[in-house]
């Protein structure tokens, strides 16, 4: 996962604003259309991501404790049977 590579969500979070506000530099200090179009996109998309990355970090959390707890539901209904089952 990218925040596992280079620091937490959080970091991850305010990299992918400050690449935003950059491209937004970019654009409004370029001389054609094309190139100030391209920069103001990449700007927004940054920012766009910027704003998901909180929101994914926590249903990705969710999904990890419940993943956790399906094992160990599995777990326990696997030892359940084992002691049911006769030798």
Not at 45 to 70: C, H, S
Request: net charge negative; charged share 30%; no cysteine.
């Amino acid at each position: 996962m990218i925040a596992e590579r280079f620091g937490t969500h959080e970091q991850v979070a305010e990299m992918h604003s400050m690449l935003a506000e950059y491209h937004r530099e970019l654009a409004k200090a370029a001389q054609l259309d094309i190139v100030r179009d391209y920069h103001a996109d990449l700007a927004q998309r940054f920012a766009d991501e910027a704003t998901q990355i909180p929101r994914r970090a926590a249903t990705l959390a969710r999904f990890n404790e419940r993943e956790k707890q399906v094992t160990r539901e599995l777990g326990r209904a696997y030892l359940e049977m084992r002691q049911g089952a006769p030798e």
